[in-house]
């Protein structure tokens, strides 16, 4: 078992920075192919895989120098558990369990101002997703929730490589 983690502890940068790009390139095709423009706290959540990417990369590059693997580890966890706060939070704006930014939230102002045209409007560029609606979910769970599990999950294994071996402490 040791063996296992040591070759995980290793490698976990590079497989972070793997991962972190195909959650980036997975929002990307379900916005270009599945037409499914991002919310403000979507664009938030790929932020964070922008930087767990740029962390993983830069670990893995500069692994052969004499640094503190496991306290970037912790980094990189920190960076995850921030992710998975992120899209917790942008579930249960979702699920309405709590109130989204009030900019990225659906509501009925726009349609006490209906005054004038209503094709005057159609050339202008249109209005960025509500973060309260699902746009897509899958097992009863929407993008955000899976993602918050996901982030999680890394955020987990990210700490749990971090922590040193018991066997390896020395007494002093």
Known sequence: MKF????????WA???AVFSGL???AAHGFENFGGMAPCELCLRQREVYWVALALGLGLFFTQRFNFTKRGALAVLGLVFLTGALIAGYHAGVEWKFWPGPAS?????DG???LSGDLLAGLDQPGEMPKCDQIPWSMLGISMAGWNALLSFGLAVISFKLAMPDPKEQVAL
């Open 4 to 11: 296992e983690i040591d070759i995980l502890r290793n490698h």
């Open 14 to 16: 590079l497989l972070a």
């Open 23 to 25: 959650m980036l390139a």
């Open 104 to 108: 990225c939230t659906g509501n009925l």
């Open 111 to 113: 349609l006490n101002n």
